[in-house]
């Protein structure tokens, strides 16, 4: 794997241009964010990544893999896995068995050792549960372990639904909006297992989100977007000083959380 890298992608909505010819790399090993005002184009760009959106144009490339035009399971087979803006783990069905549902296609043995029990499964089944544990740990979760998901903190929910995500081991993760609703105890939480997910387990991020300190702070190499265009690509020091990331952002004044 050499990262996620897209080019020249484009989709129109009607008379929208959600995304004009843009180009996005997500390296190995990196932290990307991307940043831009309401309505620039950002989750159609990670939709259009995890191959909910058809783009009309472009190529979407993870290391030698074409992604483009795949659909999303497929997509997610390849490594490639999505946490939506205002996506919300299952409720009614407990902490742990949340992450475990995020590992199911990865269960050895098949069907048959599930429901005979075979003792390869059973062992199987103790590792992912250890697994699982350890997702939550990093989390900070694993108090909650053995709690019903719908009894969580909104905050608390959305850790869940990043580990359930990287229960699927992905080589690239995007998320759309993490830190969204979340008060500065959690973002720092959100901050060091987003490091971890780089550090200790190799994966390239995308990290999409309005909370300028949250993505500025994480960030290994930042994209900034405007009315569906790239304005400026670069480390967190240079898109700071960037004239047309300033302009975008101060045009909008306060509108933009
Ligand atoms: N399914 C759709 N049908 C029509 N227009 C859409 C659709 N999805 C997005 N758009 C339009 O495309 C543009 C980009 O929207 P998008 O949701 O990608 O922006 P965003 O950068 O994620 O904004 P936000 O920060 O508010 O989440 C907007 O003008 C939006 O109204
Ligand atoms: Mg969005």
């Known amino acids: 794997m050499t990262g996620l890298a897209a080019t020249a992608v484009s989709k129109r909505y009607g008379g929208v241009h959600a995304l004009r010819d843009v180009n996005l790399s997500i390296p190995e ?3 990307v964010g991307l940043i831009g005002p309401n309505g620039a184009g950002k989750s159609t760009l990670l939709k259009s990544l995890a191959g909910f959106v058809l783009p ?8 030698e893999t ?3 035009g795949l ?3 497929r997509i997610a087979r390849s490594r490639l896995v999505t946490t939506f803006q205002h996506a919300t783990p299952i409720a009614g069905l407990g902490v742990l068995d949340n992450v475990l549902v995020g590992m199911t296609e990865k269960h050895t043995g098949g069907l048959l050792a599930a429901l005979f029990g075979t003792p390869g499964y059973r062992a199987s089944e103790r590792a992912q549960r250890e697994r699982a544990r350890g997702l939550l740990r990093s989390f900070g979760l694993e108090q909650l372990a053995g709690l019903d998901a719908g009894g969580l903190s909104f905050g608390q929910l959305r850790l869940l639904e990043i580990a359930r995500a990287v229960a ?3 080589l690239v993760l995007l998320l759309d909006e993490p830190a ?3 008060n500065r105890l959690e973002i720092d939480r959100m901050t060091e297992a987003i490091r ?25 190499r930042i994209t900034a977007m405007n009315f569906g265009r790239v304005i400026a690509e670069g480390t967190p020091d240079e898109i700071e000083a960037n004239e047309a990331v300033r302009s975008a952002y101060l045009s909008l004044d306060g509108e933009n959380s």
């Open 66 to 68: 074409d992604l483009t």
């Open 56 to 63: 009309d144009a472009g190529r979407i490339m993870l290391g």
């Open 196 to 220: 971890s997910l780089r550090d200790e387990h190799g994966m390239s991020v995308l990290v999409v989100d309005h909370d300028v300190p949250f993505v500025f702070g994480i960030s290994d």
């Open 29 to 31: 090993r990196a932290i």
């Open 168 to 170: 699927a081991e992905p």
């Open 180 to 182: 969204a609703g979340l």
């Open 71 to 73: 659909n999303p399971s």
